[in-house]
């Protein structure tokens, strides 16, 4: 009887181990690489830009890369995260989390999402995640590039986080800078028309059939911009900031 | 005789005093459910308004079947029917209200796969994909918002039925506050309100 009260009780907090599913605790620090994908290096200079951007404005961005989501869907596993920790002032609640889900030979699925705080909704809605995680990272994490996507994604980041840039102008920047590449391809194409007529006509025979313009580098526009690089200290300890759920995220 | 008549009002003040303090807590516990209540709604608000967009981005395909969203537009319609007390926020409040709400995410579900079947090459669209992430991020956002709504109620609730709260919230007519529930099936159908259907190719 006895026995099997012991083990009535051993159950029922195995039950709730598992039901509690913990998230990492919150960390010393703005980036927590539990899948070891980052060289030293590379998280140490990641960690720089974040602790050197909070100290600038107050936004705190931490990132966090982990084999496992332990079965969660990783927007709610990020949203427990991002609550517990605390990312963000309190008063601003102007916190964002960067999950990257590695790959791993249990869970062979790479997953990544970008969690934003109640005041990071704004500057950030989940479109412009969306985009950021489609066009920044999801190539770069399929190449294994840890480093590079979360570079690349800070490099968009914080101009708008900081507010010097918005979605709407980086949407525009897109397009002229798509309308630029297509404007270039087009002089390329009648130049090299003109070219090809001129050869023609003094070499009859030599063009076959007709030109054909297959494709173009009418590539959308991939702004890039200049990362800034702060002097800064250490990490200062999360803000209290608080989620609603917003963010996107992706598969690799 | 004037000593023990001190004593009593001196015990009489206290009570008084302790009984405010309590009713003060009460009120901003009372308070607190309902901003989180307002949260809630917001994010339930912003599915619906969603969903004009959705039907006018799908309209714009090929043979599109207006019957795909007639259930769709009659859930958001009872939805956006429904009125509840803030103040009240009653067990059977609270589960009308998730009832009418889970009805349009569900439609809301079944609507897309038909159309993410009958209509593949509309699902390549950056409008539609544009729309699917909008929709996730409510459903995120809905979720979110009833966990924290649960939480704030449970400590609300907890703190009128503790004794000896429960002898002011009594006096001062605090009733118990419903909670959403997680039922499975609602929760399934979030899931997959944005998420393309699976292929496997076992």
Not at chain 2, 77 to 86: E, F, G, K, P, R
């Amino acid at each position: 009887m006895r026995r099997c009260l012991s083990f009535a009780f051993f159950l029922a907090i195995a039950m709730f181990a598992v039901w509690a599913q913990d998230v990492p605790t919150s960390p010393r620090s703005y980036v927590v690489d539990l899948s070891h994908q980052l060289s030293k290096h590379e998280a140490a200079a990641i960690e720089h830009r974040l602790s050197a951007f909070a100290d600038t404005t107050s936004n705190q961005i931490a990132v966090l890369i982990t084999p496992t989501l332990n079965g969660e869907d990783i927007m709610s596993y990020g949203q427990r995260v991002a609550e517990s920790w605390g990312i963000g002032q309190k008063q601003h609640n102007n916190g964002m989390l960067i999950v990257i889900k590695s790959k791993t030979k249990e869970e062979p699925n790479g997953e990544v999402a970008i969690l934003t705080g109640y005041g990071l909704e704004g500057a950030f809605p989940d479109l412009f995640c969306q985009t950021i995680i489609d066009d920044k990272m999801i190539d770069e994490l399929a190449n294994n590039d840890y480093g590079d996507a979360i570079n690349r994604a800070l490099d968009v980041i914080f101009p708008v986080a900081a507010g010097e840039y918005s979605y709407a102008q980086y949407k525009k920047d897109g397009l002229r800078e798509g309308l630029m590449a297509a404007g270039i391809s087009l002089l390329v194409l009648v130049l090299l028309i003109a070219l090809l007529s001129r050869y023609s006509k003094k070499h009859p025979g030599a063009v076959s059939g007709k030109g054909s313009y297959v494709g173009g580098p009418f590539m959308g526009g991939s702004g890039t911009f200049g990362g800034g690089s702060f002097g800064g200290g250490g990490f200062s300890g999360f803000g209290g900031g608080s989620f609603g759920g917003g963010g996107a995220h992706g598969r690799f | 005789m004037k000593k023990i008549l001190i004593v009593v009002l001196a015990v009489v003040a206290v009570l008084v005093i302790w009984g405010i303090s309590i009713n003060n807590r009460l009120v901003a516990a009372d308070e607190a459910v309902s901003s989180a209540w307002s949260q809630v709604e917001n994010v339930c608000q912003r599915r619906l308004d969603l969903i004009p967009n959705l039907v006018s981005t799908v309209k714009g395909a090929a043979n599109f079947e207006k019957s795909t969203f007639t259930e769709v537009v009659q859930a958001r319609n009872q939805a956006s029917a429904l009125s509840i007390d803030q103040s009240k926020l009653s067990e059977s409040d609270v589960a009308a209200y998730q009832n009418a709400h889970d009805n349009v995410g569900a439609a809301l579900s079944r609507a897309i796969s038909v159309t993410v079947e009958q209509y593949p090459q509309l699902t390549a669209t950056q409008a539609f994909r544009d729309l699917q992430t909008q929709l996730e991020g409510t459903e995120n956002r809905i979720a979110v918002e009833r966990n924290k709504f649960n939480e704030v109620v449970k400590s609300y609730n907890t703190s009128i039925r503790r004794f000896p709260s429960s002898v002011i919230a009594a006096i001062g007519g605090f009733t118990p506050k419903g909670y959403f529930t997680a039922a499975s099936s609602a929760h399934a159908n979030q899931g997959d309100a944005a998420a393309v259907p699976e292929v496997s190719f076992e």
